[in-house]
């Protein structure tokens, strides 16, 4: 039982270029979520699915798309990067949806652009 | 909408040590999570704890929902134990998402 899982775990990008980040999870939930962590600023919520072939928007979403074709698989694009973009990106995800669901998190990504 | 404060922001302890990590909310809640966030940046689940009282090993913690706050005891530290300590609870309206608190940095020392 792998849990939530992420791919890549680091990437650096130039600005302009695009990429997709992978979220993996075994657990059989319904619900899963992006956040980006940024010195001084917490978790932010990015996107959410409440499950599979739905998406909303969360708290950050300009500048990333995603899509849940799959219900073990979420996955973060982000079409044209921006240096605004830098940061660590954490998938996680719940068996309810919060504010009940305890939400479990995957390693991360680590992403720079350049 | 809601408020997480953790205190304090920075604790330094000799191995073996205990401590005590705080996280007040401005709202009732009925579902509160502490994290520990590793040197690897790993965020690993510690407790899943919306009221009462819970332990596992040498850490236990306690949410008092009624008064707006979470305790977060480690008992007897070890170095693996440094890294990053954040609570976190649900925001109740809007967009489903957990607001985290600042965290508590602590560094235990061997």
């Known amino acids: 039982n792998a849990g939530v899982t992420q791919t890549p775990k680091f990437r650096v990008l130039k600005t302009g270029q695009s990429m997709t980040l992978l979220c993996a999870q075994d657990m059989n939930h319904e619900y899963m979520y992006w956040y980006r962590q940024d010195p001084g600023m917490g978790l932010r919520l990015i996107h959410y699915?409440?499950?599979?072939?739905?998406?909303a928007k969360g708290e950050v979403p300009d500048g990333y798309n995603v899509s849940r074709l799959k219900k073990q698989n979420f996955l973060l694009g982000l079409e044209s990067a921006a240096p605004s973009q830098t940061s660590v990106y954490f998938c996680a995800s719940s068996n309810e949806l919060a504010p009940a669901g305890e939400q479990f998190f995957g390693p991360g990504t680590r992403l720079t652009v350049l | 909408g809601i408020q997480v404060e953790q205190s304090p922001p920075d604790l330094i302890l000799q191995e073996g040590a205990n401590s005590t990590l705080r996280c007040n909310f401005s709202d009732s809640v009925n579902n509160l999570q502490w994290f520990h966030q590793n040197p690897w940046g790993q965020l690993i689940n510690l407790f899943y704890?919306?009221?009462g009282t819970k332990q596992n090993g040498r850490l236990s913690a306690t949410t008092v929902a009624t008064e707006r706050y979470s305790l977060l005891y480690i008992s007897s530290s070890q170095t693996t134990d440094s890294g990053v300590y954040f609570c976190?609870?649900?925001?109740?309206?809007?967009?489903?998402?957990?607001?985290f608190g600042q965290g508590t940095r602590l560094t235990i020392n061997p």
């Open positions: 699915s409440v499950g599979e072939g739905t998406t």
């Open positions: 976190a609870v649900p925001q109740k309206w809007g967009a489903q998402k957990l607001v």
């Open positions: 704890i919306p009221s």
